[in-house]
C-alpha cells in the first residue's frame, strides 16, 4: 500500500488512525490538514480528498500523487482503522487490534464498541468547547462554564459511570473494552478522545478504572508522540485558565 493521511494532530480521530498506523509499521505519508480554518470544507477538499469533509482522509495511491491520481479514497476514523487492520502486512499483530472475519464475535464487540463512542463519549467530550472558549472567548469562561461546559461534563460523566461498571466485571490484571490483555481499535478511539480532558489537566478520582484503562494506553510510545501537540495545548489552557476549570472537583 502506497498511503497517505490527511489530518491534524489536534484532532482526536486523527490521532487514533495515526498511532494505529504506527503501532503496525504501516508506512505513511503525513498531510496536515488545517481544520481549524475550514480547508475541510473546501471544494477541492470534497472533490479529491474526501467527500464527507472530515479529516481524518486515508488516500491510497500506486504512485506520489495522491490527491490527483488516487485509487482508493476513504473517510471516518473507525472505517480507516478497520481498514488498516485488514490491509496491513503484520497480520498477526493487526489482528489483536481488530479481528475480522477471524473472530467474528470479538470484531462485532469491536464494533459496538466503537458505535457507542461516536454516539457517548464523543459527543460529550468537553475539549474542543473549552479550547474554543480560551482561543476565542476567554472573557466569558466563567459564564460559558456554567451553561456550556458543565452540561457536557454531567453527561461524559454518566458515559464514565457506564464504563467503570463495565471496567468492575473485567479481569483486574488488564483492562480493555473487549476483555483480554491487547487493547482494541475500541479502547483506542475512545482513549484518544478521553485523554484530551487528562491532557487539560482533569483527572478522574470518582472512576479509577477508567484513569487506570486510559493511562495503560496513553503510556504507549505512539500514543504520546502522535499526542504530543494536544499535551502542549493542554498544558497552555490550564496555565492560563485560572481556577474556572474546577480542576480538581469535576470528576470525583
Ligand atoms: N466521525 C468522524 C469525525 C471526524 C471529524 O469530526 N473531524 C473533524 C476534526 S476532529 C473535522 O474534520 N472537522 C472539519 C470541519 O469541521 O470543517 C471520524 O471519526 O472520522
Same mark, same amino acid.
Given at each position: 500500500?502506497?498511503?497517505?493521511?490527511?489530518?491534524?494532530?489536534?484532532?482526536?480521530?486523527?490521532?487514533?488512525?495515526?498511532?494505529?498506523? @504506527?503501532?503496525?509499521?504501516?508506512?505513511?505519508?503525513?498531510?496536515?490538514?488545517?481544520?481549524?480554518?475550514?480547508?475541510?470544507?473546501?471544494?477541492?477538499?470534497?472533490?479529491?480528498? &474526501?467527500?464527507?469533509?472530515?479529516?481524518?482522509?486515508?488516500?491510497? +495511491?500506486? /504512485?506520489?500523487?495522491?490527491?490527483? &491520481?488516487?485509487? =482508493?479514497?476513504?473517510?471516518?476514523?473507525?472505517?480507516?482503522? @478497520?481498514? $488498516?487492520?485488514?490491509?496491513? /502486512?503484520?497480520?498477526?499483530?493487526?489482528?489483536?487490534?481488530?479481528?475480522?472475519?477471524?473472530? #467474528?464475535?470479538?470484531?462485532?464487540?469491536? /464494533?459496538?464498541?466503537?458505535?457507542?463512542?461516536?454516539?457517548?463519549?464523543?459527543?460529550?467530550?468537553?475539549?474542543?468547547?473549552?479550547? &474554543?472558549?480560551?482561543? +476565542?472567548?476567554?472573557?466569558?469562561?466563567?459564564? !460559558?462554564?456554567? +451553561? @456550556?461546559?458543565?452540561?457536557?461534563?454531567?453527561?461524559?460523566?454518566?458515559?464514565?459511570?457506564?464504563?467503570?461498571?463495565?471496567?468492575?466485571?473485567?479481569?483486574?490484571?488488564?483492562?480493555?473494552?473487549?476483555?483480554?490483555?491487547?487493547?482494541? !481499535?475500541?479502547? !483506542? #478511539?475512545?482513549?484518544?478522545?478521553?485523554?484530551?480532558? $487528562?491532557?487539560?489537566?482533569?483527572?478522574?478520582?470518582?472512576?479509577?478504572?477508567?484513569?487506570?484503562?486510559?493511562?495503560?494506553?496513553?503510556?504507549?510510545? %505512539?500514543?504520546?508522540?502522535?499526542?504530543?501537540?494536544?499535551?502542549?495545548?493542554?498544558? #497552555?489552557?490550564?496555565?492560563?485558565?485560572?481556577?474556572?476549570? /474546577?480542576?480538581? %472537583?469535576? =470528576?470525583?
Amino acid at each position: 500500500m502506497n498511503l497517505t493521511l490527511y489530518a491534524n494532530r489536534l484532532s482526536q480521530p486523527c490521532r487514533a488512525v495515526e498511532i494505529l498506523l @504506527r503501532e503496525l509499521d504501516v508506512p505513511y505519508t503525513w498531510h496536515e490538514v488545517d481544520f481549524a480554518n475550514g480547508q475541510a470544507r473546501e471544494p477541492w477538499f470534497a472533490e479529491r480528498i &474526501n467527500a464527507l469533509k472530515t479529516i481524518p482522509a486515508l488516500l491510497e +495511491t500506486a /504512485d506520489d500523487d495522491p490527491a490527483m &491520481n488516487a485509487d =482508493f479514497r476513504l473517510g471516518e476514523s473507525h472505517a480507516i482503522q @478497520r481498514y $488498516i487492520c485488514r490491509q496491513a /502486512d503484520n497480520q498477526e499483530k493487526a489482528r489483536c487490534w481488530y479481528p475480522g472475519e477471524q473472530d #467474528s464475535r470479538r470484531a462485532a464487540k469491536i /464494533d459496538q464498541w466503537l458505535a457507542w463512542h461516536h454516539g457517548n463519549i464523543r459527543c460529550h467530550d468537553t475539549f474542543h468547547d473549552i479550547m &474554543n472558549l480560551h482561543l +476565542t472567548l476567554p472573557m466569558l469562561k466563567y459564564e !460559558l462554564q456554567q +451553561t @456550556r461546559i458543565r452540561p457536557l461534563q454531567e453527561r461524559l460523566k454518566s458515559s464514565l459511570a457506564l464504563l467503570e461498571h463495565h471496567f468492575k466485571h473485567q479481569d483486574a490484571s488488564a483492562i480493555t473494552l473487549c476483555g483480554g490483555k491487547h487493547s482494541t !481499535l475500541a479502547d !483506542l #478511539s475512545m482513549v484518544c478522545e478521553l485523554y484530551q480532558i $487528562i491532557a487539560i489537566g482533569y483527572r478522574l478520582p470518582g472512576y479509577p478504572r477508567v484513569a487506570r484503562w486510559i493511562d495503560t494506553i496513553a503510556s504507549r510510545p %505512539h500514543f504520546q508522540n502522535v499526542s504530543s501537540e494536544i499535551i502542549a495545548q493542554g498544558r #497552555s489552557i490550564r496555565e492560563q485558565s485560572g481556577g474556572y476549570l /474546577d480542576l480538581e %472537583h469535576t =470528576f470525583i
